[in-house]
């Protein structure tokens, strides 16, 4: 048995354990543990942006891509499917956030390629999260979790400070993705007996979202059934998500899926 099929049911086992379940009560099983509450939602209405929202949204722009770069090496660094599949997640919170850019008009600060970035900033935290990433497989999911951290604390104030209806929409979903992101880490990380201390998150707020179920979405998502996606081979299945199939394949498989679902795991 492979690394990744192995942890696979270590995961399954500590989700359960956790009291995860998914739209229907059933355990959470791998793509819909990570399957992303950012779906891009239908907004009909752009309210003009004040002073602080466009710095806002570029941020997070970046933000976004960079928990997807990193995420994406530390998965060949370690070869665990959690990286894998919460980089495919950060893709759709990039692609919302992207979503906002054009309807806004605002020019896209992302370069499109994979560890570089416009943000100066983020772009020297791109380079020492891998390198703190790339020390131990524990470490790797611990950087994973310190990401999620920083992404909950930069849309809890993004969200705090703004009283526009289109960014409370998909910085909401992005939040909600978020905290099941940092859910997932904390218990991947309980299974080789690591306990996760917050570092950016207060204690009483980080033990709140990781001692509560995985959200499920407020059932206002609209994207079709996922099995067609093939950047990374995975077909999706069950729980109303299409005919697809849940098998792992090497990039370029796709998988059949073509239902529909409206309640969106993050």
């Known amino acids: 048995m492979n690394t990744k099929n192995m942890l696979f049911g270590m995961m399954l086992m500590a989700s359960a354990s956790l009291g995860f379940t998914s739209c229907n009560n059933s355990p959470i099983v791998e793509d819909e543990y990570f399957e992303k509450s950012a779906a891009i939602p239908t907004i009909t209405d752009f309210p003009e942006l004040v002073s602080g929202e466009e710095a806002g949204i570029l941020l997070m722009r970046e933000e976004e891509k960079m928990a997807h770069d990193v995420y994406m090496v530390l998965g060949q660094t370690t070869d665990l499917v959690i990286f894998d599949n919460i980089a495919s997640s ?37 380079e020492k999260l891998v390198a703190a990433g790339k020390v131990s497989l524990t470490e790797a999911l611990k950087t994973g979790a310190l990401i999620e951290e920083t992404d909950i604390a930069d849309l809890e104030k993004l969200l705090a400070t703004t009283t526009n209806s289109a960014l409370l929409q998909v910085y909401g979903n992005l939040l909600r993705g978020s905290r099941n992101h940092l859910r997932a ?24 979202i990781v001692t509560t179920p995985i959200e499920t979405g407020n059932g206002n998502g609209n994207m079709n059934g996922n099995g067609n996606k093939n950047s990374y081979g995975k077909g999706k299945g069950n729980s109303g998500k299409g005919n697809g199939n849940s098998n792992r394949g090497g990039n370029g498989q796709n998988g059949n899926g073509s239902g529909t679902e409206t309640c969106i795991n993050g």
């Not at 880490?185 to 709140?208: C, D, I, K, M």
């Open 90 to 126: 950060e893709t759709n919170h990039y692609n919302a956030i992207g979503y906002l850019i054009s309807n806004y008009k605002l020019a896209d600060p992302s370069t499109g390629v994979e560890g570089t970035f416009t943000n100066p900033d983020l772009a020297a935290l791109y």
């Open 185 to 208: 880490f904390v218990s991947t990380l309980g299974t080789y007996n690591v306990r996760y201390t917050p570092t950016v998150l207060s204690t009483e707020a980080f033990t709140q």
